[in-house]
């Protein structure tokens, strides 16, 4: 697998003793509990963004949880922003050193975690992915909300993995590429970098925003075929910065990571080290 460090493969144990903040109350993610009645546990309904923390310093705090607010106007949830902003203080204390994420979560029962989460992974440049392509139907009232529904995501992931692969590529039922599970996808063809367009139903990704303020890309619908005749691409996302594509079915790759990659990776780097997304 190609992040060894992801929230999917990091052990019950260490995961017991990550810092979280309860409705305000700093405990530990093994102590944390929600009533088993809430509807965010029983139909998945609720709200949560993530953003990265590099040695105690958050980049682009506020334009997550704009998006937070945002995905949970759409479903109609109570979004108590000066409550959240408290809880993350509180949390960021407990920050030390090396690549975490914060991740907050909302629940129809009105409930509010917040989790120092240690699976951030900016050495997956040097972990080049195997994807293997799912056919994928958004829910088009769900467009660009991070709800707690993540279900299909994950089961795209396992069957991937269940395949041999690292991680799904997820495709329309027209065979148009659309994203990740858990980020966006970009591929250099022709001399140019694409991905898709948000008006496919994907996530409006913060890391995803950042590439496009750094360096030219074309954004529109592509088909499957376009990117297997890719000569490089990667996937960007909070947790792995960006991490190059190896092969996407039984297609191989030119070269993973390419020059492409490299300079999205630093772009981003750069772009956390300035803070130039508030």
């Known amino acids: 697998m190609t992040e060894p460090t992801s929230i999917r493969e990091t052990a019950a144990t260490e995961r017991d003793s990550w810092p979280v903040v309860l409705d305000g109350e700093l405990t530990r993610l093994g102590e944390a509990t929600i009533p088993a009645g809430d509807e965010g546990l029983i139909r998945g309904d609720g709200a949560f963004d993530a953003f990265p923390v590099r040695d105690g310093r958050p980049f682009a705090r506020s334009a997550h949880l704009d998006r937070l607010e945002r995905s949970c106007r759409a479903l109609l949830l109570d979004c108590p922003r000066d409550l959240i902003e408290a809880d993350i203080d509180l949390l960021l204390r407990e920050a030390g ?6 991740r907050t979560i909302l629940t129809r029962g009105g409930r509010r975690l917040s989790i120092l989460e240690s699976h951030g992974d900016p050495d997956a440049l040097s972990r080049p992915a195997r994807m ?5 139907e958004p829910s088009v009232v769900l467009n660009g909300v991070k709800t707690l529904s ?3 995501n994950m089961l795209a992931s396992r069957q991937a993995a269940a395949a041999g692969y690292d991680e799904a590529l997820l495709v329309a039922t027209d065979g148009t590429v659309l994203e990740g599970p858990t980020c966006s996808v970009f591929w250099e063809r022709d001399g140019g970098l694409r991905t898709p367009s948000l008006d496919l139903g994907i996530l409006a990704s913060i890391t995803r925003r950042v590439v496009l303020e750094s360096v030219t890309v074309e954004e529109g619908r592509f088909p499957l075929h376009d990117l297997l005749a890719a000569d490089e691409a990667f996937l960007v996302s909070t947790a792995r910065i960006a991490q190059p594509i190896a092969a996407i079915g039984e297609r191989s790759l030119p070269v993973a990571p390419g020059p492409e990659t490299r300079q999205v990776h630093a772009a981003i780097e750069r772009a956390m080290a300035e803070g130039s997304i508030a």
């Open 97 to 102: 050193p090396g690549y975490l994420v914060v």
């Open 132 to 136: 293997l392509p799912i056919t994928y």
């Open 150 to 152: 993540y279900g299909a």
